[in-house]
């Protein structure tokens, strides 16, 4: 393994000026799936990177923006590596809060600035990049490897599932890896076994069919904003517990495994509170810091009673509530949903319930088969010991590979802790970005050796 890595990092340094402008290129090209822009070339240009890695591509037709698959058979009985990735980005935002423009990359300072860099461009061309200095370096791939870009990630893979169960089911992988989001908050290279999943949703209380001058009407006619309020404190308390029927019957408790590797992250919770401007943790007071990111949530996103900001002394006639609810293992979106509408029903018949973007939480065990693989992989190409994070607090579309294959997923990021993806200046530390091909290559090394 040493052997390897020391190859493909020098092959990555040989190669540095052009993999840096194959990189600026990918980033230049847009691909905003919520709007349309630059998708369709986006999709050509996706399927010449798996080509350039020496795999056989194709364009996966689906009711939304199509996904794009990458092949190799690798050697006889080799394990079947799943290598998950999206080439599409968020919308850019102001222009304005751009130090450079979103889709014209710039480096200062070690970073390549531009919309896509952290996510999820830059993370899955160093997996390519992996692939293809194996393949120039060995003359081959020691596994074979299907890898899947999705093109609909950030408006919630709607069409991801059928696309696996068309495409991927029938010849299933024995394990899934993903390179998104940022390394552990302490700066750390780790191993993220899960995600939560998420359930968005609207409430809309409505009252008269006009504003009415709360003077005049004010203890006469229905306020939809008391309505949407007292309903709000019926779902969840001053303590943080969530008091709707069912919401939390089905979650799995964490595993042996999963507890020790809780223990074993480090925090600096005055730190934590200090960046972010707080004064203290959520209720409860007694859950510890990532026993919250594997716990599941109930968060009020907005409020409005759409006065246009005008703040007049009215009654208003409409108010909404937006939310989303975090899941992990063993809940699912849609018996959430009937729990929020069974206790709207019981509580605020009147109130509108309607749900928006949902993922599966995903969740695989530290106990489970390639576990060790991959964190020696990783120790060995990204040059330090990975934390194992039992579960992002975030969400990714990974539960179609965990429940619908059945099988172990893996998560390497590779982008630094400030990324600022989704934001304006979203960048990716170039140092990453180098060490995550040679984390790829040897990751996949690390694979073959453990199956033998």
Request: aromatic share 4%.
């Amino acid at each position: 393994m040493r052997e390897l890595v020391e190859r493909v990092g020098a092959w990555v340094r040989r190669h540095d000026a052009e993999l840096l402008a194959e990189l600026a290129d990918w980033i230049t090209q847009p691909s905003v799936s919520r709007t349309g822009e630059g998708m369709t070339e986006a999709a050509r240009h996706g399927v010449a990177l798996l080509e350039r890695s020496g795999l056989a591509a194709e364009v996966v037709e689906t009711a939304g923006w199509p996904v794009l698959i990458g092949t190799d058979p690798g050697p006889p009985g080799a394990p079947h590596v799943l290598i998950y990735g999206h080439y599409d980005v968020q919308p850019p935002g102001p222009l304005t809060e751009w130090t450079s423009p979103p889709f014209r990359p710039e480096v200062r300072d070690g970073r390549m600035y531009g919309r896509g860099t952290g996510d999820n461009k830059g993370q899955h061309l160093a997996q390519l990049l992996g692939l293809r200095a194996l393949r120039e370096l060995t003359g081959g791939l020691p596994c074979r490897v299907t890898v899947l870009l999705d093109g609909e990630e950030e408006i919630g893979s709607p069409h991801l599932a059928e696309a696996v169960r068309a495409r991927i089911a029938p010849e299933r992988p024995d394990l899934a890896l993903w390179s998104d989001g940022p390394v552990h908050e302490s700066g750390r290279a780790c191993v993220v076994l899960g995600v939560r999943g998420v359930l968005a949703f609207e409430l809309r209380a409505t009252g008269s069919h006009i504003p009415l001058h709360s003077g005049n009407w004010g203890g006469v006619a229905p306020n939809p904003a008391w309505q949407l309020v007292q309903l709000l404190a019926t779902m969840r308390d001053a303590e943080g517990r969530v008091l709707v029927d069912g919401f939390a019957d089905s979650v799995t408790p964490l595993s042996p495994g999963e507890l020790r590797a809780l223990a074993d992250l480090p925090v600096d919770v005055p730190t934590v509170l200090a960046d972010i401007g707080a004064p203290g943790l959520e209720p409860p007071a007694s859950a510890g810091y990532y026993q919250r990111l594997t716990s599941p949530t109930f968060t009020i996103n907005s409020l409005t009673c759409e006065d246009a900001g005008e703040h007049r002394t009215v009654i208003p006639n409409v108010a909404i509530a937006r939310c989303d609810i975090r899941l992990v293992g063993g809940q699912r979106t849609e018996d959430v949903a009937d729990a929020l509408r069974a206790h709207i029903a019981r509580h605020a018949p009147g109130v509108e319930f309607t749900t928006g973007a949902a993922m599966q939480p995903s969740r695989t065990l530290p106990e489970t088969a390639y576990t060790e693989a991959v964190l020696a992989g990783a120790n060995a190409g990204l040059g330090e010991p990975p934390l194992l994070v039992p579960a992002l607090g975030g969400s990714l579309p990974i539960a179609s590979f965990t429940e619908q294959l059945g099988v172990p997923c893996y998560g390497v990021p590779l982008a630094n802790v400030d990324e600022a993806n989704h934001a304006p200046d979203e960048n990716l530390e170039l140092s990453w970005f180098r060490r995550g091909i040679v984390a790829a290559a040897a990751i996949q090394q690390a694979i073959a050796e453990a199956a033998r």
